[in-house]
C-alpha cells in the first residue's frame, strides 16, 4: 500500500511541476505585438546596417551593438488589456530571460529583462508602464555585460 501511495504521490509531483513551467518572454512579446490596437514599430537589421552609413564614423562604431529595434505601445488598448499584459510580464518567472532592473514607483514601472550567453547580452525588452504610456521595446544585438556593468551610460548615449 505504501509503494502505491508514494507511486502516486511521485506522479502527481511530476504532472504539477510539469504544468508550471516558466513562460518564454519572446513569445509573450509576439503575443503582445498581436493585441487589438497595439502598434508596432520595427527597425531590422538591414535598416540599422543601412543606417550606419548615414552617420559620423564614432556614431557608426557606437550603433554596431545593435542588430534590431522593435517597439510594441499599447497606449491605445483598453485598460483591462493593457493589465492583463503587463500582470504576465511583471509576475512572470520567464525560462529565457532574466531581469536586470527593476524599478516600481508611484509614476508607474519600468524593467529591463536580458537574455544572455555567456557575458555577452543578446537580447533586451524594456517594459515602461505610467499613467501617459505602456509600451515594450525590445532590442536584439551583442552588448557586453562588462563593458555595460563598468559605464551603464555606455549604451544610452545611442539610444537617446
Not at 33 to 55: Q, W
Not at 125 to 148: A, H, N, P, W, Y
Request: hydrophobic share 40%; glycine share 4%; with cysteine.
Amino acid at each position: 500500500m505504501n509503494k502505491i501511495m508514494i507511486t502516486l504521490m511521485a506522479c502527481l509531483l511530476i504532472v504539477g511541476t510539469s504544468s508550471a513551467k516558466a513562460i518564454n518572454l519572446d513569445d509573450l512579446y509576439d503575443k503582445v505585438c498581436k493585441v487589438e490596437d497595439g502598434h508596432k514599430i520595427s527597425v531590422g537589421a538591414p535598416l540599422m546596417a543601412m543606417a550606419r552609413l548615414f552617420v559620423s564614423k564614432e556614431e557608426a562604431r557606437e550603433l554596431r551593438p545593435f542588430k534590431s529595434v522593435s517597439v510594441v505601445y499599447l497606449d491605445d488598448c483598453k485598460e483591462e488589456i493593457k493589465t492583463k499584459w503587463m500582470d504576465k510580464i511583471v509576475n512572470g518567472h520567464f525560462d529565457d530571460y532574466s531581469l536586470l532592473v527593476s524599478q516600481k514607483d508611484e509614476e508607474g514601472l519600468q524593467q529591463v529583462w536580458v537574455k544572455q550567453k555567456k557575458d555577452i547580452i543578446v537580447r533586451m525588452i524594456v517594459v515602461v508602464q505610467d499613467d501617459e504610456s505602456c509600451f515594450m521595446t525590445r532590442i536584439k544585438g551583442k552588448f557586453d555585460l562588462q563593458k555595460l556593468m563598468n559605464d551603464p551610460d555606455c549604451y544610452a548615449k545611442v539610444i537617446h
